[in-house]
């Protein structure tokens, strides 16, 4: 019988003997590959923690200690290690999230799955312990690259500033090569350095030098530069101990034993202390191992032996923008490049190898990204700072502040935009629409084809005196929707075919062929109905308004919160110009979106077209004095103004 399928609790580890540690890592490992390659997910960072989340398990006591995940996509391991083992629909409706979720399990404290943040959380736990006098402990498991990310750092800082506030950080470092030997002499002098008889040992040697005269200080001073100038040889953790933190490592992150010797000297320790393990991403997966460019961290569905994609998808809309930045390159010098830890998930890897000298990866720090480009802006160059739509949250402040109040010449493209599906809440990108109406000066651009895309970057990088947005969405990009007129700078997609039109559909981005779509349904109906892609969404163009005024009802559909999304610019636009038509938004609800596919995820919200059609259907009836005609009630994803 396979060991893991003994493991109902992390309790049930307590049992296994070391070779049956051993064992159940590999089952683990295999089980990951199969039941990953049928469903797509992060595969990488999971086979590289196997280990890490055994020792971590069998060390402390979850779900009174609390074990927190930064960013959670290395949580598959813990799943199964808490009694979640159907991994049949992962990431699917119905099946397990990709990423801790609360409402799976008590042993998942944290899943918003935005890197950095860990040990914040790491450190308000850590306080409320102390207030409340519980011993339960605090364990933060953070990736190198996420320390990357300025947020890490301030926590460390206020992490350090108390020096018996019991914490276990854990970094998590997957480096590619590290040098086994040093391990075993690092984790000696560990073992020294936090026993609390070394530690009245320093203060009492302090206190009796500083009071012997003359030589006291200048001979502390002396043998402590010694001391951390050896322990900065042998090890690498010079920056950490000059925070005031103490640190055990580097240990090597495949070895049980060692991680749980070295975890469990951090609990017992009384104070904040860094155990640094190194791992190897994608371990014990030859295929994994031998990509080259991120060994495996997010796959589709794959072939478990060959971990080839088991079926090929067309063009996508991050590869279309990934070519025409090439294009750009080449034509203009003055065209850079940014990123924030993601070079290839976002196009720009085609770029770098043009261009390598003109692409900065600015680590998970999207703050210092912007300001960054403003930077680059402001010395000559025209900046593209590619990042999915939901991490440009993390740095409106200096998108407003920096970019826009500068006038900044600097192109925000936005990846991931709209609803993803199945990464769950904290990856759909339904609020930058949003949030970026109230920045002055900026032009947002919703490209609704390959060629809209090419188009709308040439349009934003010609422009140097503010910032500019393009966003788009995720996977196959699908055809082209040719535009049939223009009306000031929206194309037209379909003419009504009357001089009194009933319906204006505003259709925003990729949702255009659905909207075409409830354009047909309607005309079914009897509907006459015009739709228009206004390309660029903000500012809303001059001609909306004397368009609108044409029409007895207008809609906007987006795939954007309808919170102060472009149906309200719209309505706003239509106000402050005197059209006093009904105006019906179609958009996302103000929730947070559980995981599935992003068809399901739209039909959940009615973002579809017979719910769109239906609905206006209902509109126009009542006007025409037909009440009733409406079959259904709205739905949370549209609103009448």
């Not at 350090?160 to 984790?187: C, F, M, Q, W």
């Not at 991050?318 to 290839?344: C, Y």
Request: aromatic share 6%; net charge negative.
């Amino acid at each position: 019988m396979p060991l893991l399928t003994r493991i109902r609790g992390p309790r049930d580890l307590d049992r296994l003997t070391p070779a049956q540690l051993d064992q159940l890592a590999e089952e683990i490992r295999t089980f990951l590959v199969d039941a990953v390659s049928k469903t797509g997910g992060h595969l990488g960072p999971n086979l590289g923690v196997v280990e890490l989340t055994i020792a971590l398990h069998r060390v402390f006591e979850s779900p009174s200690d609390k074990i927190l995940w930064d960013t959670g996509h290395q949580s598959y391991v813990h799943k199964l290690l808490t009694g979640r083992q159907d991994f049949s629909r992962l990431k699917m409706k119905g099946g397990l999230s990709g990423y801790p979720s609360q409402a799976e399990s008590e042993h998942d404290v944290i899943e918003n799955s935005h890197a950095s943040t860990v040990l914040g959380w790491a450190d308000g736990l850590a306080k409320a312990n102390e207030i409340l006098k519980k011993d339960d402990h605090v364990v933060a498991v953070i990736g190198d690259g996420a320390l990357t990310g300025g947020m890490a750092w301030e926590a460390l800082n206020n992490i350090a500033a108390a020096k018996d506030r019991p914490l276990v950080i854990v970094v998590n470092d997957n480096e590619r090569s590290y040098a086994p030997t040093i391990g075993g002499l690092a984790n000696h002098l560990a073992t020294l350095r936090t026993t609390d008889g070394y530690e009245r040992f320093l203060a009492r040697t302090k206190e009796v030098l500083e009071r012997t005269p003359v030589v006291g200080r200048p001979l502390y001073d002396t043998l402590h530069g010694a001391k951390k100038g050896l322990k900065d040889f042998i090890a690498p953790q010079g920056m950490f101990e000059d925070l005031g933190l103490k640190y055990v490592g580097p240990i090597d992150g495949h070895d049980i034993e060692a991680l749980e010797s070295a975890l469990s000297r951090a609990k017992r320790f009384n104070g904040p202390v860094i155990v640094h393990c190194l791992t190897e991403k994608g371990r014990g997966y030859r295929p994994a191992l031998e990509d080259e460019a991120d060994r495996f961290h997010a796959v589709g569905k794959i072939h478990p032996d060959t971990g080839l994609p088991v079926a090929t998808a067309g063009a996508d809309w991050t590869s279309v923008f990934g070519e025409e930045m090439v294009a750009l390159g080449k034509e203009r010098e003055d065209v850079v490049a940014i990123t924030a830890a993601m070079l290839q998930p976002v196009g720009l890897d085609k770029f770098a190898q043009e261009f390598p000298e003109r692409v900065f990866d600015v680590g998970i720090a999207e703050q210092h990204g912007a300001v960054s480009a403003a930077g680059l802006a402001t010395g000559g160059l025209h900046p593209v700072f590619a990042v999915y739509a939901t991490f440009l949250n993390r740095a409106f402040d200096q998108v407003l502040m920096d970019v826009a109040l500068h006038k900044c010449g600097v192109t925000f493209v936005l990846d991931r935009a709209g609803v993803t599906g199945t990464d769950g809440a904290s990856h759909n990108g339904m609020w930058d629409m949003s949030i970026l109406q109230v920045v002055p000066g900026l032009r947002l651009a919703a490209p609704r084809d390959a060629d809209q895309v090419r188009a709308q970057l040439r349009e934003a990088v010609e422009v140097d005196d503010a910032p500019t947005v393009v966003r788009f969405s995720k996977g196959a990009v699908g055809p082209a929707v040719p535009a049939v007129g223009r009306v000031g700078g929206m194309d037209v997609l379909r003419e009504a075919g009357t001089e009194q039109p009933d319906v204006l559909l505003v259709s925003v981005g990729a949702l255009a062929p659905m909207c075409l779509e409830v354009a047909s349904l309607l005309e079914k109906q009897g509907i006459s109905t015009t739709v228009v892609d206004p390309r660029w969404v903000k500012p809303v163009d001059e001609q909306m308004a004397p368009l609108a005024a044409r029409h007895r009802v207008v809609v906007t559909v987006e795939d954007n919160s309808r919170a102060g999304g472009v149906g309200s610019a719209v309505s706003q636009a239509l106000r402050d110009a005197g059209v006093d038509v009904p105006l019906r938004d179609f958009g996302i609800p103000p929730q947070f979106l559980d995981h599935a596919s992003r068809a399901e995820v739209l039909a959940e919200i009615g973002l579809t077209a017979p719910d769109i059609a239906r609905q206006v259907t209902g509109l126009v009836s009542r006007l025409d004095g037909r009440e009733g005609f409406e079959a259904t009630p709205a739905k949370a994803g549209s609103r009448r103004s």
